[in-house]
């Protein structure tokens, strides 16, 4: 989950705000083992300052960071893609809604359909919206990423890329994450978790903050495991998208046209992806909706996707809509955990109902 602001793996997620509008990287299941950091007066004195912040044994988190070792690859993952490669919401579609994860998700519906009516009961979020999730993230459970946390989120700390535009701020996130996964692995009584290049784990891929704020044992065993238990992770992603605002029975978004000659397209779009428009504002400059989007009872931003070289694909967001962007700061992310949910659950009704012809 990297749900916050980078737009990591859909091994990523909650993560982290990532940047709008920006290719979502598969997670990475091998790591290089790089050099042990050892003692040096940088990896000390921060082991000082997160064991004086985190109210940890300095002696243990020295010991932890000591051992932590530098992948050399990682930096470079974090760094922005070029700003010459058009962004491609088809093309970005494609790679994961297709007919392996989408069996892939029938078979987790399946297996788990008890645990996400359970959620959607006590959470209020649709158990398409859960299995659109765990299925962008992590294709069910198949691809968590190999790397140890500790390392990758020492790496990220000590080695931050400075080329990035936002380099004090995305380290400063790192180093506070670094910090809520020692504060975990002390009471766990290990730092051997692994996870994906930037640090988030499990079935959701919740970055360490995340599974300290949001993370449940929705399978009743007295501990949460966001890893080894998909309950867990169901549960805890229908408690991501219900502290974010999750609100029952709303739509995601609706189809939008454009009425050319009162469009104002500039002011439309001014908001990003933050719901800003009443219906009637909406309209008023130049959006056209159907007939249930004009019923709409709330707030709606114009949402942009750009196609490479063809003309860009819209869609008019409702505030749910924004709810998903929270777990992966992206549209292309959002739109795609959406129709990934909806593909497997049509699928899935279609081959009952095929079955039930029989």
């Given at each position: 989950m990297l749900a916050a602001l980078l737009l990591l793996p859909a091994l990523t997620s909650p993560l982290f705000a990532k940047p709008h509008h920006r290719a979502h990287r598969p997670v990475f299941v091998a790591s290089t083992q790089g050099e042990v950091y050892g003692k040096k007066p940088e990896v000390m004195a921060l082991a000082d300052e997160l064991a004086q912040q985190n109210t940890l044994p300095q002696a243990w988190v020295r010991a932890q960071l000591s051992n932590a070792r530098y992948l050399k690859g990682v930096p470079k993952m974090v760094l922005?893609?070029?700003?010459?490669?058009?962004?491609?919401?088809?093309?970005?579609?494609?790679?994961?809604?297709?007919?392996r994860r989408i069996d892939a998700g029938i078979q987790f519906w399946q297996t788990y359909e008890s645990a996400l009516t359970r959620a959607e009961q006590t959470y209020g979020v649709p158990a398409e919206m859960i299995v659109g999730i765990i299925g962008v993230e992590t294709f069910y459970g198949q691809n968590m990423g190999n790397y140890r946390v500790l390392d990758a989120l020492t790496t990220l700390t000590l080695n931050f890329p400075a080329s990035h535009p936002r380099a004090t701020e995305r380290q400063a996130f790192f180093k506070s994450e670094l910090g809520h996964f020692l504060v975990q692995a002390h009471q766990q009584g290990g730092a051997s978790a692994t996870g994906s290049f930037a640090g988030a784990m499990g079935w959701p891929q919740f970055m360490p903050s995340s599974a300290a704020k949001f993370a449940v044992d929705f399978d009743g065993d007295g501990h949460i495991d966001l890893r080894n238990s998909p309950v867990d992770a169901i549960g805890s992603v229908a408690n991501y998208f219900k502290a974010f605002g999750w609100q029952t029975g709303?739509?995601?978004?609706?189809?939008?046209?454009?009425?050319?000659?009162?469009?104002d397209k500039p002011t439309l779009l001014a908001p990003d992806i933050l719901p800003s428009f009443s219906v009637l504002n909406f309209t008023a400059k130049g959006a056209v909706l159907d007939e249930e989007a004009k019923k709409h009872n709330g707030s709606l931003a114009l949402v942009e996707l750009f196609n490479g070289n063809e003309p860009p694909s819209y869609v008019a967001g409702t505030d749910n809509f924004y709810v998903v962007t929270r777990y992966n700061w992206s549209s292309y992310y959002a739109l795609t955990v959406i129709e990934l949910g909806q593909a497997v659950k049509a699928t899935r009704a279609l081959t009952s109902m095929q079955s039930n012809a029989r």
């Open positions: 922005p893609p070029p700003v010459n490669v058009p962004k491609n919401w088809r093309a970005y579609r494609e790679r994961f809604i297709e007919p709303m739509p995601t978004h609706y189809p939008v046209g454009f009425d050319e000659a009162h469009l």
